[in-house]
């Protein structure tokens, strides 16, 4: 139990008297310390919030606050510990600056809300603080007229808005400045995405536009325009079917202003659907001037291949008549200079009759209309009579035509015998005609798969002039030599090469010139076409020479490789004698004899 007690002492009619007194404050002690507990827990409770909290009694004063109320309202405890009133809270804030961010029409808010006026008393602002943080304040007034005021940091969550409303406005000028135009609409046909394109698109009015909130709202307005009042309705609802929903579709079509759109409409995961719209007008044009060009080229072709087989016979027939006639002439009794003026009249209707086969002959195959042809052949034989024909022009120059199979080859093959030569004696005829000493070397190798189909591989190599490497990738161009004087001093149409290439990729095959190296001299031009085989077994001849003696006397280093790769599948001994080694070859001769 706890007393209070009390004495006084007095005078009362002259004599001293004496008062005492007792009280027992139990309760009142307990009330007291039950009521100092609860004021602790309180305080305690409240700095866990993790929001500031002010409460202000009936008379505007602070009675009760936390530190984060402290530290979002820009004050110290000492402050709010002297139970300041809520005006003077506000007058401190913005002497101290607390309030420099805000706007005027927010600081109006935060004073009438400081005197308790109107309906500021209980309303939530949210304002930026002077370090550019963000704080929401919210008032609530109970029925006893105490006001409980909470600040909240909302820094975090404005900086997140923030950025999704300058995603946003990316988002939307994105969309506004895409090429294409762009709908997105949800499972229920609701409008949730549009841009201005493809109003521009379908040339709706801005202000139905904006408004649109469904499908039928975009779309049916654009039916209207294009198939009027009686079929725009059967249109729309032919492509609303849930169908076109859930699957991807395309479009192109010309509207009747002559504006040609190509829609594009893919399903959302979820539901819904996008729709894109691409202006393809520019593109329409263009192609119907391709197909107008087109159709004009093929007649144009048609008439030069119809031409061509008239002029095929009109100039070769003719043309012919002349070769025969001079002929004839050269065989008839002429003195010496009439002679030499036939071999002249020959010689210049070979060359022109070659101007005019090269001309013919590209001319077909740019017209399409050249035909190949399938027949058996021995490839190691047609290579050895073209080197034959370029025999007395190599002669004539003291040139070596050397044959150099690589491989064994097939002793039949299958293909366009005619075109196979054609080809040889372009490249053979070029590598002699730009040659002036030395060598002309024809190897060949064949690699054959499993299925049976052989790839024939030619290449022929010069020691002339060469090619220099900036002409390397025109060369195969119609009507392009190396340069104007190569023309001038050898001449020719420009067309061999062109032809080559063009009867290669026809045949199915490739060709090709190998760049030099700086101290090389000549050329390397190499072609490989497809065949058929008829006979699998290989030209490998029998060792009818096996051990037999076999001499080379005075063939060049070059030309002894190759003699090599043909007589050693014969079984022969093969002995090499350079030309100042002949004689004493020859002296061993008996002795030799005798061991053969």
Known sequence: MVVFAGFAANYFNGAQAFIS????????????????????????????????????????????FNQHACDLA?????????????????DRQHAHGEFDAVSADVLARLSSRSRFKGDQAAATIERQRADGSWVLESCHRNDQGWLVLTFQDITDLKLVEADAVEKARLLELTLDNMGQGLTMYDQDWKLLVRNDRYRQHFDLPQEVFKSAKSFDDIVGPTMRQDYGESEWRERLQAVRSPRRMKETWRRSFTRPNGRGIDLLSLPVPGGGFVVTSTDITERLRIEAEAVAARDAAEAAAQSKANFLATMSHEIRAPMNGVMTTAEILAQSPLDDEQQQLVLRLQQSAHILLTVINDVLDFSKIEAGKMTLEAVAFDPLEIIEQTMTLFQPSAEEKDLRLILRPETPLPLQLTGDVSRFRQLLINLLGNAVKFTAEGQVTVAVRATSDESGN??????????????????METLFD???QGDASISRAFGGTGLGLAICKRVCELMGGRIGVRSPNPTDQG????????????????????????????????????????????????????????????????????????LT
């Open 21 to 64: 007194w007792r009280y027992d404050i139990t309760n009142q002690v307990q009330i007291e310390e039950e009521a100092l507990a609860n004021s602790a827990f309180l305080s305690l409770t409240l700095e866990t919030v993790d929001q500031g909290i002010l409460v202000i009694d009936e008379a505007e004063r602070i009675v009760l």
């Open 74 to 90: 820009g004050v110290t405890a000492d402050f709010l510990d002297a139970r300041p009133t809520l005006s003077a809270l506000f």
């Open 454 to 471: 052989l790839t024939l591989c030619v290449t022929i190599r010069d020691t002339g002039i060469g090619i220099a490497a900036a002409q």
């Open 478 to 480: 119609p009507f392009r």
């Open 523 to 594: 050329a390397t031009f190499w072609f490989e076409l497809p065949f058929k085989q008829n006979n699998l077994t290989l030209d490998t001849p029998s060792d009818w020479l096996k051990g037999r003696q076999v001499w080379l006397l005075g063939y060049q280093a070059a030309e002894v490789d190759s003699l090599r790769l043909m007589i050693a599948p014969l079984g022969g001994d093969i002995t090499w004698f350079a030309e100042d080694e002949i004689d004493a070859a020859m002296r061993d001769l008996p002795s030799l004899a005798a």
